[in-house]
């Protein structure tokens, strides 16, 4: 019932949601209410986690401790950039007292990037106090509504890549525009959305989208993070199709600690290297 409503108020005739979720929003933002989580991102070639997404949790007693509930109250009580931006403090802190090896990939949403308030200097601020460099983030372009200015997007995009960032294009295949955006960012990484990972290892459709895919990435220099990755099928036939980057449940889950080396039977299964089950043929 509550994902109705929130999917409700994501349509044009929504109504303001109840006050209490705005009176909880602010408390959260004000307080140490937000928690960071690490979910791994996994090598294929070596078995390796080369980086982790940082997500994040409203408190745990809460309605909006779920993401989607959390963002769906920022939203409507207009509070997105500050909750984004409070979520980026949280995360750059929490990756590194955790110590934790190889990447962070930072969810930044289009929107704030481009925003005349957003001020780079106080996230590289952040970061230099908690001891992190550009080189260790990947900026996790996450689309939740269309994308008004390429060209003014693609200068942003590009003073941070100067400064040493990676870009990230989250979720291809399911936001808005997408394809357009990878073509006008030629960003470093693009993750694949869960909708083509999943019953991929069954379905020829799938297969076929990403060998295009690895293709086009091949051609722009970008490399395939696959996503949702839930089951062995799965994951090795993406495997077998030749991407080299993943990431899921089956390969490790988001948590407050998460794992610092995958499972040794993902391990040997990666190494065996199983080609795709007999696919459905394309209707
Ligand atoms: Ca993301
Ligand atoms: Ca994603």
Redesign the pocket.
């Known amino acids: 019932m509550l994902a109705d409503l929130i999917l409700a108020s994501y349509a044009p005739t929504a109504v303001r949601p109840p006050a209490p979720w705005c009176a909880d929003l602010a408390a959260i933002l004000a307080g140490p209410d937000l928690h960071a989580v690490f979910q791994p991102i996994v090598d294929f070639a070596d078995a390796r986690i080369v980086g982790y997404?940082g997500l994040i949790r409203g408190p745990s007693d809460s309605a909006l401790h779920s993401p989607l509930n959390l963002f769906a109250a920022a939203e409507q009580c207009q509070q997105l950039l500050a909750l984004e931006r409070a979520c980026r403090q949280v995360t750059l802190r929490r990756f590194a007292e955790l110590r934790l090896q190889g990447a962070l990939f930072l969810?930044i949403s289009p929107q704030a990037l481009l925003d005349p308030a957003f001020r780079p200097g106080e996230t590289l601020g952040w970061m230099r106090a908690a001891g992190l460099s550009p080189e260790q983030v990947v900026i996790?372009l996450?689309e939740t509504r269309p994308v008004g200015d390429y060209a003014l997007l693609r200068e942003a995009t590009a003073h941070y890549r100067d400064m040493g960032f990676r870009i990230a294009l989250?979720?291809l295949g399911?936001g808005f525009s997408n394809l357009r955006l990878w073509s006008e960012l030629r960003p470093d990484y693009v993750?694949l959305?869960?909708y083509f990972t999943q019953g991929i290892a069954s379905d020829a459709a799938k297969q076929q989208f990403v060998r295009s895919i690895q293709a086009i990435a091949h051609a722009t220099g970008a490399q395939v993070i696959a996503?949702?990755i839930e089951t062995a099928d799965d994951l090795a036939c993406l495997n077998g199709l030749g991407l080299g980057l993943g990431?899921g449940y089956h390969l490790g889950r988001p948590l407050a600690q998460p794992a610092r080396a995958l499972d040794e039977g993902v391990t040997a299964a990666l190494a065996a290297f199983s080609p795709c089950h007999a696919a459905h043929p394309w209707p």
Do not use: L, R, S, V
């Open positions: 997404e969810n996790e996450t989250d979720d399911e993750k959305d869960k996503e949702g990431q």
